[in-house]
Nanobody, 124 residues
Framework: QVQLVESGGGLVQAGGSLMVSCAAS????????MGWFRQGLGKERDFVAA????????VYADSVKGRFTISRDNAKNTVYLQMNSLKLEDSAVYYC?????????????????WGQGTQVTVSS
Protein backbone atom coordinates (compact mmCIF):
# COMPACT_ATOMS: atom_id res chain seq x y z
CA GLN A 1 0.00 0.00 0.00
CA VAL A 2 1.41 3.34 -1.06
CA GLN A 3 1.45 6.03 1.55
CA LEU A 4 2.78 9.59 1.46
CA VAL A 5 3.07 11.45 4.74
CA GLU A 6 3.94 15.14 4.86
CA SER A 7 5.44 16.87 7.87
CA GLY A 8 7.08 20.12 8.81
CA GLY A 9 4.32 22.60 8.20
CA GLY A 10 3.58 25.37 10.65
CA LEU A 11 3.43 29.08 11.29
CA VAL A 12 6.22 31.34 10.10
CA GLN A 13 6.65 35.07 9.69
CA ALA A 14 6.91 36.65 6.30
CA GLY A 15 10.49 36.55 5.10
CA GLY A 16 11.21 33.44 7.09
CA SER A 17 12.01 29.88 6.08
CA LEU A 18 10.40 26.51 6.52
CA MET A 19 11.07 23.02 5.21
CA VAL A 20 8.37 20.46 4.61
CA SER A 21 9.10 16.79 4.07
CA CYS A 22 7.24 13.88 2.57
CA ALA A 23 8.04 10.29 3.47
CA ALA A 24 6.91 7.61 1.04
CA SER A 25 6.24 3.96 1.62
CA UNK A 26 4.94 1.19 -0.59
CA UNK A 27 7.85 0.64 -2.92
CA UNK A 28 7.27 3.33 -5.52
CA UNK A 29 9.62 6.08 -4.47
CA UNK A 30 12.70 5.14 -6.45
CA UNK A 31 10.77 5.08 -9.73
CA UNK A 32 8.44 8.01 -9.16
CA UNK A 33 8.68 11.66 -9.96
CA MET A 34 7.66 13.59 -6.86
CA GLY A 35 5.80 16.84 -6.81
CA TRP A 36 4.65 19.46 -4.37
CA PHE A 37 1.32 21.20 -4.85
CA ARG A 38 -0.49 23.70 -2.68
CA GLN A 39 -4.05 24.80 -2.11
CA GLY A 40 -4.94 28.08 -0.49
CA LEU A 41 -8.27 28.66 1.19
CA GLY A 42 -10.98 28.81 -1.44
CA LYS A 43 -8.48 28.28 -4.24
CA GLU A 44 -7.60 25.50 -6.63
CA ARG A 45 -4.70 23.17 -6.01
CA ASP A 46 -1.67 24.47 -7.87
CA PHE A 47 1.67 23.10 -8.91
CA VAL A 48 4.67 24.24 -6.86
CA ALA A 49 7.68 22.06 -7.74
CA ALA A 50 8.59 18.64 -9.05
CA UNK A 51 11.64 16.42 -9.33
CA UNK A 52 12.17 13.30 -11.41
CA UNK A 53 13.24 10.03 -9.83
CA UNK A 54 16.90 10.64 -10.63
CA UNK A 55 16.82 14.31 -9.74
CA UNK A 56 17.90 15.09 -13.26
CA UNK A 57 14.94 17.29 -14.00
CA UNK A 58 13.53 19.86 -11.60
CA VAL A 59 10.72 22.27 -12.36
CA TYR A 60 9.32 25.16 -10.32
CA ALA A 61 6.27 27.33 -10.60
CA ASP A 62 7.20 30.88 -11.50
CA SER A 63 5.77 32.13 -8.22
CA VAL A 64 8.32 30.20 -6.16
CA LYS A 65 11.33 30.14 -8.46
CA GLY A 66 14.44 31.36 -6.66
CA ARG A 67 12.82 31.00 -3.23
CA PHE A 68 11.90 27.31 -2.98
CA THR A 69 14.12 24.27 -3.48
CA ILE A 70 12.90 20.73 -4.02
CA SER A 71 15.19 17.80 -3.31
CA ARG A 72 14.93 14.09 -2.63
CA ASP A 73 16.81 11.40 -0.80
CA ASN A 74 16.09 8.07 -2.47
CA ALA A 75 17.80 6.17 0.34
CA LYS A 76 15.33 7.64 2.81
CA ASN A 77 12.32 7.61 0.46
CA THR A 78 11.81 11.26 1.27
CA VAL A 79 11.26 14.42 -0.73
CA TYR A 80 11.81 17.87 0.70
CA LEU A 81 10.67 21.38 -0.08
CA GLN A 82 12.84 24.12 1.39
CA MET A 83 10.93 27.39 1.40
CA ASN A 84 12.78 30.66 1.88
CA SER A 85 11.70 34.29 1.76
CA LEU A 86 8.16 33.24 2.48
CA LYS A 87 5.33 35.57 1.55
CA LEU A 88 1.79 35.87 2.85
CA GLU A 89 0.53 34.40 -0.42
CA ASP A 90 2.51 31.20 0.21
CA SER A 91 0.04 30.26 2.94
CA ALA A 92 -1.68 27.05 1.91
CA VAL A 93 -1.99 23.36 2.53
CA TYR A 94 1.01 21.75 0.89
CA TYR A 95 0.58 18.32 -0.65
CA CYS A 96 3.20 15.94 -1.94
CA UNK A 97 2.36 13.55 -4.72
CA UNK A 98 3.93 10.71 -6.66
CA UNK A 99 3.87 10.30 -10.43
CA UNK A 100 4.83 6.80 -11.50
CA UNK A 101 4.27 6.86 -15.22
CA UNK A 102 4.03 10.26 -16.86
CA UNK A 103 6.63 12.74 -18.02
CA UNK A 104 4.12 15.54 -17.40
CA UNK A 105 5.44 16.23 -13.93
CA UNK A 106 3.79 19.64 -13.57
CA UNK A 107 0.27 18.35 -14.21
CA UNK A 108 -1.84 17.64 -11.16
CA UNK A 109 -3.88 15.04 -13.01
CA UNK A 110 -0.82 12.95 -13.83
CA UNK A 111 -0.05 12.17 -10.19
CA UNK A 112 -1.17 8.81 -8.89
CA UNK A 113 -0.74 9.11 -5.16
CA TRP A 114 -1.25 11.98 -2.73
CA GLY A 115 -0.44 12.76 0.85
CA GLN A 116 -2.88 14.25 3.30
CA GLY A 117 -1.29 17.68 3.26
CA THR A 118 0.44 19.92 5.76
CA GLN A 119 -0.60 23.47 6.59
CA VAL A 120 1.85 26.31 6.05
CA THR A 121 0.77 29.69 7.37
CA VAL A 122 2.79 32.82 6.74
CA SER A 123 2.02 35.74 9.04
CA SER A 124 2.86 39.41 8.72
Amino acid sequence: QVQLVESGGGLVQAGGSLMVSCAASGGIFSRAAMGWFRQGLGKERDFVAAITWSGGRIVYADSVKGRFTISRDNAKNTVYLQMNSLKLEDSAVYYCAANTGSIAITSLGRYDYWGQGTQVTVSS
